[in-house]
Nanobody, 128 residues
Framework: QVQLVESGGGLVQAGGSLRLSCAAS?????????MGWFRQAPGKEREFVAA????????YYRDSVKGRFTISGDNAKNTIYLQMNSLKPEDTAVYYC????????????????????WGQGTQVTVSS
């Protein structure tokens, strides 16, 4: 069993920054693991934000956050981060981290149904 705990959410003005963390526990991830961030705004479907390959450090982003968000990981701490800069009101959402334990690059990292475990989410609110 894997536990994922997000933190770092909050209220920030447009143009500001936040850094989200996701701490994983319960098992050691294989070198094939992929960890991702997703978000869900009120009344909208959950959407992919970014992902990072656990061993290679390869990253993936949705177009609307490229250049503003940076995903990173610390294998020693079993933690991934999402640095969010130049935040916009449309970034307001509950942010979730998730892990795909065995990602072999045969499907898109945006495929939510491929992720095995999910955190409870952390609220990010960006005021205009």
């Amino acid at each position: 069993q894997v536990q994922l705990v997000e933190s770092g959410g909050g209220l920030v003005q447009a143009g500001g920054s936040l850094r989200l963390s996701c701490a994983a526990s319960g098992r050691t991830f294989s070198r094939y693991a992929l960890m991702g961030w997703f978000r869900q705004a009120p009344g909208k479907e959950r959407e992919f934000v970014a992902a990072i390959h656990w061993s290679t450090g390869g990253t993936y982003y949705r177009d609307s956050v490229k250049g503003r968000f940076t995903i990173s990981g610390d294998n020693a701490k079993n933690t991934i981060y999402l640095q969010m800069n130049s935040l916009k009101p449309e970034d307001t959402a509950v942010y979730y981290c998730a892990v795909d334990l065995y990602y072999y690059e045969t499907y898109s990292p945006e495929s939510q149904d491929k992720y095995d475990y999910w955190g409870q989410g952390t609220q990010v609110t960006v005021s205009s």
